[in-house]
């Protein structure tokens, strides 16, 4: 497990272009936290780091699922906060998105319950003060520790 907070939402950006670094085509990032805990700022820290163009990235929550063409990696955007069960979210496909060489962040990634893959990153955001959010970076699966163990090197 890592822990790390951010003070700003330009930290948060920043930690999610670090976290990009180190991400391989196939990765599934399951994020969690409540509305305005900075999930989809962090989603746009990634997509920069993935040199996707910053204005570009937005909430999916309409659209439940955005693509865009990083510099190397793609990268795929899905927010089911809109989706209470477990049918809608397999209706979705975001199945299919596991064997697709992208990255896969998806927020409110609880409601997709048993579907989640084997392996994934699970990030939680809690809401430590107005602008202070807390990380917590935990492994489902070895790959996913491989890649805290390189975090913890790097972050600070
Ligand atoms: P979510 O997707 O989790 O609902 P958003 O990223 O859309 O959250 O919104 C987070 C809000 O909180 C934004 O208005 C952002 O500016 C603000 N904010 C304040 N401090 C932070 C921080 N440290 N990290 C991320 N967002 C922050
Ligand atoms: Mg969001």
């Not at 510099?71 to 975001?94: A, M, P, T, W």
Request: with cysteine.
């Amino acid at each position: 497990m890592l822990n790390l907070t951010t003070n700003t939402p330009e930290q948060t950006i920043v930690w999610g272009k670090q976290l990009a670094r180190f991400l391989k085509p196939g990765d599934v990032i399951a994020l969690s936290g409540n509305l305005g805990a900075g999930k989809t700022t962090f989603v746009k820290g990634i997509a920069q780091g993935l040199g996707i163009n910053k204005k570009q990235v937005n909430s999916p929550s309409y659209v439940l699922i955005r693509e865009y063409k990083g510099k190397n990696i793609e990268l795929f955007h899905c927010d089911l906060y809109r989706l209470d069960n477990v049918e809608q979210i397999s209706f979705l496909g975001i199945e299919d998105y596991f064997d697709r060489e992208g990255v896969l962040v998806i927020e409110w990634a609880k409601r997709a319950g048993d579907l989640l893959p084997d392996q994934y990153l699970d990030i939680s955001i809690a809401l430590l003060g107005e602008k202070k959010r807390g990380f917590k970076v935990k492994a489902c699966g070895a790959k996913y520790q491989a890649l805290i163990n390189t975090l913890k090197i790097v972050i600070k």
